[in-house]
């Protein structure tokens, strides 16, 4: 296990410089709307309150554009719940339902593990995410997820920037394979209570696959905290 975690974190790093062949250039909207909060009261007797006290449940659904802003790519909805182990993890599960406009479906289900800690005004962050997408074999089914990141909470200013990378690596039949990097800057205001709205401009390079894209993404999100009311 020790030496899968290591691969993991170090094959996105030495195939980085690799450039892949005749990148497809694509601008793409990303949007959404969440809402998130603690188990309802009428489950607290059968879960018990120390589980209850550290458990926060969420959705989303959100709409991805094609190569133009308003083509549509996707509709998707996200069920999800996570768990405080303590002040420095968490851990999650999260399940996604995305609707083509084909008619087709497809669907996807997540374990994830977060770390977080700030130094003085420094937050950083990081995410491992086990991704299995319901495809035929030979597909990217089994998707690992390094995602590192750093914020800063600027004196006097409510728009405080954070950036993240991320890495992703397909576990197939030819073993791990690194194919593609995810690079975000982004902020977020809260206009009143219980409300937060994200904006970030996202850099999506995929590799090691025959047609790959380059997508430059903007991505805007309204989430409402109901803990908060």
Do not use: C
């Not at 694509?26 to 309150?49: C, M, N, Y």
């Not at 086990?130 to 990141?149: A, P």
């Not at 690194?178 to 809260?190: A, D, I």
Request: aromatic share 14%.
């Amino acid at each position: 296990m020790r030496h899968l975690l290591l691969a993991l974190l170090l094959l996105p790093l030495a195939a980085l410089a690799q450039e892949p062949p005749r990148p497809e250039q694509r601008q793409e909207l990303w949007t959404s709307l969440g809402v998130k909060g603690r188990v309802p009261a009428f489950l607290h007797p059968i879960i018990g309150d120390d589980i209850i006290r550290n458990l926060r449940l969420s959705g989303e659904l959100g709409y991805r554009s094609a190569d133009a802003f308003f083509a549509g790519r996707q509709v998707y909805t996200d069920l999800g719940a996570k768990y405080k182990l303590s002040d420095l993890v968490s851990v999650g599960l999260e399940h996604r339902i995305a609707f083509r406009p084909d008619g087709s479906t497809r669907n996807r289900s997540g374990l994830q593990v977060d770390l977080s800690h700030a130094i003085d005004r420094l937050e950083l962050g990081y995410r491992l995410n086990y991704q299995h997408n319901y495809l035929d074999w030979g597909d990217q089914r089994e998707v690992f997820r390094n995602r590192f990141e750093i914020g800063y909470d600027l004196p006097k200013w409510k728009l405080d920037p954070v950036f993240s990378v991320e890495f992703f690596t397909w576990a197939g039949y030819r073993g791990l394979s690194y194919f593609g990097t995810r690079y975000k800057l982004g902020t977020e205001w809260s206009p009143g209570k219980g409300q937060t709205l994200q904006i970030a401009i996202t850099y999506d390079r995929e590799r090691d696959v025959a047609w790959p894209t380059y997508r430059t993404i903007l991505s805007l999100g309204y989430v409402v905290n109901l803990n908060k009311f």
